[in-house]
């Protein structure tokens, strides 16, 4: 099982442009989130996808998207990047199954996304 | 003002010395857990609780419920265990993490 994986691992962009993260969770997980982790901070909830829709969100503008796909695999986009939402970009996967009660997260490696 | 309050922010400790990062919370959760992240970013999943003490090799966890506390403890400290600690909380609402800000530990030889 190759657990948690995530792409790419760096991306560079430019004020404005729109950009596409990529995760894939553990195999039999069923559940995205994705975080934000600026530098030096702890990381902050974005969304999480469950059966193919946005279950829960985080405090992100709009400019902030995702998607996930019948095979559980999911997709965080951001349009008309700021320098601030430069950061690394965290996928979590978990296996929900419908309920909301915990079930434990594992993490990927990250995408670390500079925006100049 | 964050859900989720860590402290130290960072911590410098010599090889062999035990290690207590704390970790206290404002709302009703469901489970607290504590998170490695070593430099690059991978995240590890330490522990989880819900109540009392857990322990894993030279970690150990514990959470007093009526506090909103918990701490992590590092015996006999090791290089190796430098790392960025987090807390997390999922709260009763949710299962999104909510987290600290994290503790840097530096272990010197």
């Known amino acids: 099982d190759a657990g948690v994986t995530q792409s790419p691992t760096h991306l560079i962009k430019t004020r404005g442009q729109q950009v596409t993260l990529r995760c894939s969770p553990k195999s039999g997980h069923d559940t995205v989130s994705w975080y934000q982790q600026a530098l030096g901070q702890g990381p902050q909830f974005i969304f999480q996808?469950?059966?193919?829709?946005?279950?829960q969100r985080g405090n992100f503008p709009d400019r902030f998207s995702g998607h996930q796909y019948p095979n559980y695999s999911s997709e965080l986009n951001v349009n008309a990047l700021l320098l601030g939402d430069s950061a690394l970009y965290l996928c979590?996967?978990?296996?929900?199954?419908?309920?909301?009660?915990?079930?434990?997260?594992?993490f990927g490696p990250g995408t670390r996304l500079t925006v100049l | 003002k964050n859900e989720v309050e860590q402290s130290p922010q960072n911590l410098t400790a010599q090889e062999g010395e035990f290690i207590t990062i704390n970790c206290s919370y404002s709302?009703?959760?469901?489970?607290l857990h504590w998170l490695q992240q070593h430099p690059g970013g991978g995240i590890v999943s330490l522990f989880m609780l819900s109540s009392g003490k857990k322990k894993h090799g030279r970690l150990i966890a514990t959470i007093n419920i009526q506090e909103k506390h918990s701490s992590l403890h590092i015996t006999a400290s090791h290089p190796r265990d430098s790392a960025v600690y987090i807390c997390?909380?999922?709260?009763?609402?949710?299962?999104?993490?909510?987290f600290g800000t994290g503790t840097s530990l530096t272990v010197i030889p």
């Open positions: 997390a909380a999922t709260l009763i609402t949710g299962n999104q993490f909510y």
């Open positions: 709302v009703g959760i469901s489970a």
């Open positions: 996808y469950y059966e193919e829709e946005e279950r």
């Open positions: 979590a996967s978990s296996f929900s199954a419908g309920q909301s009660s915990y079930n434990e997260q594992f």
